[in-house]
Every structure is written in C-alpha cells, then in structure tokens.
C-alpha cells in the first residue's frame, strides 16, 4: 500500500526525469514546454521534500547525485509501470472481455498465432494480447491470464495441461549440405554447430544418443530464440538443432533440410499453464481447452504415442 506523503507532485516528478535524462535543465524546458526556471523550482522543491540534493551544478549542466542516479532509476520503472497500466486501461475501454498471455516468443509467432483465427470465430469480441516470456514468473506479480510454458509440468500456483511435446532434428540449407560435404552422421561433429542459447548442452546430448564422439559440441554461435537460430541455419551459416514442429514452413519451401533422421526426444514438453486464481474464468477456462484441443489435433499420428501428463497443481 502505497502512502500518500512520500508521493511528490507530478510535476516534480517529471521536471526532475527530464532533467536527469537529459543532463541539462535548458533541455527539459523545452521538452516538457516550460521555462527554466520552474523547472528548477520543482526540482528544488522535489530535493527539499527529499531530504537530499538529486544534482551537482557544474556550470551549465546538472550531474546526478548517487542519491539522484538511484531515484531517477526507481522513478522511471515507476513511471513505465504507470504508463503501461494507463495504456491497459485505454485498451479496455469499450470493448469486450481481454485474455493477456505469456508465450514463448517463437512457439507464439510460428505455431500459435497463426491458429488464433480459429479461436476468434468461437469468442468474438474477445480481444487476445501476447507479451514474450521465456522463465517462469509469479502470476500474482504479473499481468496475465495464462502462460505457454516449457519443461516439466511444474509451475508453482498453477495448473499445467500438455500441449505437446518436442522431435529435436538436425537441419540446415540444401546449399549448406553441399558445400560441407555432409554424409554421415560423423561428418556433423566437424561442422559449424548453431546453439539455442538456454539450450546450451542440446548437441552434446544429440551427439551422445547417436553414439557419436564430439569433443566440441558445445562450440559454435548462440541465438536467444528458435526463429533466429533456424533463419541462421537457413542462410547457411551452419547445422542448427530444432523441434521439427517449429519449422515445417521451412522444410515444406526447401529453405532447411532435415539431414538425419534421428531426431532428440526429451522429457520436456510444452504446457498452457492456469493461475489457481483463473480456475473460475470462463474465458481462460475456454482458452485452455481450445488450445489442448489444437494441440491434440496438430501431434503426428500413430503408433508412438505421446507423453501426456495429466494436468497438475503445484502449491
């Protein structure tokens, strides 16, 4: 809870972010459309409710105090933090029910979204907004609804529901190939090897399940999220690991190729993951049960039958 003495004016919290931005109290005048003056008087009576100078005078500029660096720091997160919340509001206005999800940045953009059309015919009017998250987080903390996640079926406070599971292959360029030589299995330990960064040990272990020696399989250029590492592998710049599920534009345009067949099987699977809190929402509720439809639809059919957890509560 908030307590309403130790808030300045909002002019003074402004003044102040803008000249500590700009280094200069001429420059936020002109940006906040003042004159010099009161900006250096809400400045002034900012330090004076403090208790502290926020700024050394060094001739024409200003300087931050070690005081004035840490406000202005804490003081711009605070300011994000109202201004993302007014943005929220804004959006809310007028329209109807909002589902906000937290998804895995290339899960969203090359197998979600693209069946979103399908879930906005059955809940129109609903309006969908994604935000990227790749680590767990504290549903109560944060704005959303629901989460993708990857991994074990584990998130404190939460129901996990499978969605589906990961076929990890080798692939790279058709031009690649050629140009390295590449006919054996053996003949992928001296290759340009192209790592998902939070992956870092995926190699090695393709390389130990093909039984396969490869004493430098962690070498090679890192890539933050899975649409990068397969873009850098189909520009050619070398071998990329991959859940097959993720590119198969890719594959169907001959852009990458799947140089062997056997793929890393893991025990980490994707979920759609429900707050405790959002057990009793009608709209997460039917958002939950589309998408473990979707997935049950899209997982290849046969023999082999996929790993399916029931669904649990971590507390």
Same mark, same amino acid.
């Given at each position: 809870?908030?307590?309403?003495?130790?808030?300045?004016?909002?002019?003074?919290?402004?003044?102040?972010?803008?000249?500590?931005?700009?280094? $200069?109290?001429?420059?936020?005048?002109?940006?906040?459309?003042? *004159?010099?003056?009161?900006? $250096?008087?809400?400045?002034?009576?900012?330090?004076?409710?403090?208790?502290?100078?926020? #700024?050394?005078?060094?001739?024409?500029?200003?300087?931050?105090?070690?005081?004035?660096?840490?406000?202005?720091?804490?003081?711009?997160?605070?300011?994000?933090?109202?201004?993302?919340?007014?943005?929220?509001?804004?959006?809310?206005?007028?329209?109807?029910?909002?589902?906000?999800? !937290?998804?895995?940045?290339?899960?969203?953009?090359?197998?979600?979204?693209?069946?979103?059309?399908?879930?906005?015919?059955?809940?129109?009017?609903?309006?969908?907004?994604?935000?990227?998250?790749?680590?767990?987080?504290?549903? !109560?903390?944060?704005?959303?609804?629901?989460?993708?996640?990857?991994?074990?079926?584990?998130?404190?406070?939460?129901?996990?529901?499978?969605?589906?599971?990961?076929?990890?292959?080798?692939?790279? $360029?058709?031009?690649?190939?050629?140009?390295?030589?590449?006919?054996?299995?053996?003949?992928?330990?001296?290759?340009?090897?192209?790592?998902?960064? $939070?992956?870092?040990?995926?190699?090695?272990?393709?390389?130990?399940?093909?039984?396969?020696?490869?004493?430098?399989?962690?070498?090679?250029?890192?890539?933050?999220?899975?649409?990068?590492? !397969?873009?850098?592998? !189909?520009?050619?710049?070398?071998?990329?690991?991959?859940?097959? #599920?993720?590119?198969?534009?890719?594959?169907?345009?001959?852009?990458?190729? @799947?140089?062997?067949?056997?793929?890393?099987?893991?025990?980490?699977?994707?979920?759609?993951?429900?707050?405790?809190?959002?057990?009793?929402?009608?709209?997460?509720?039917? #958002?939950?049960?589309?998408?473990?439809?979707?997935?049950?639809?899209?997982?290849?059919?046969?023999?082999?039958?996929?790993?399916?957890?029931?669904? *649990?509560? @971590?507390?």
């Amino acid at each position: 809870m908030f307590r309403r003495e130790f808030l300045p004016s909002m002019g003074q919290l402004m003044a102040f972010e803008s000249a500590a931005r700009h280094a $200069s109290v001429s420059r936020a005048a002109q940006e906040l459309h003042l *004159t010099q003056s009161a900006i $250096s008087r809400q400045i002034k009576l900012l330090e004076d409710q403090l208790g502290t100078a926020l #700024f050394h005078r060094v001739r024409q500029r200003v300087v931050l105090t070690d005081a004035g660096r840490v406000y202005a720091a804490e003081l711009r997160a605070g300011l994000e933090t109202l201004s993302n919340a007014t943005q929220h509001a804004m959006t809310m206005g007028g329209i109807g029910e909002v589902l906000n999800l !937290a998804v895995l940045p290339t899960f969203g953009t090359r197998w979600l979204i693209p069946r979103m059309r399908r879930f906005a015919a059955l809940q129109p009017g609903v309006t969908v907004n994604f935000a990227s998250r790749t680590e767990p987080f504290d549903f !109560a903390r944060e704005p959303f609804d629901a989460a993708i996640h990857f991994g074990a079926d584990f998130w404190p406070g939460a129901s996990c529901d499978y969605l589906l599971g990961e076929s990890v292959v080798p692939v790279c $360029s058709p031009e690649f190939k050629r140009r390295s030589g590449i006919h054996t299995r053996e003949d992928l330990a001296g290759q340009c090897l192209l790592h998902q960064s $939070s992956r870092p040990m995926q190699w090695a272990e393709w390389f130990e399940q093909v039984r396969i020696a490869a004493p430098h399989a962690m070498r090679g250029p890192r890539f933050e999220q899975f649409a990068m590492l !397969a873009e850098a592998a !189909a520009n050619g710049l070398g071998v990329a690991l991959v859940p097959r #599920f993720l590119v198969e534009e890719e594959l169907a345009s001959d852009r990458l190729i @799947v140089l062997f067949r056997e793929a890393l099987i893991t025990q980490r699977a994707y979920y759609v993951v429900v707050p405790e809190t959002g057990a009793e929402n009608r709209l997460v509720l039917a #958002f939950r049960d589309w998408l473990v439809g979707e997935a049950a639809a899209a997982r290849p059919r046969g023999p082999a039958k996929s790993r399916e957890p029931a669904a *649990t509560v @971590v507390r």
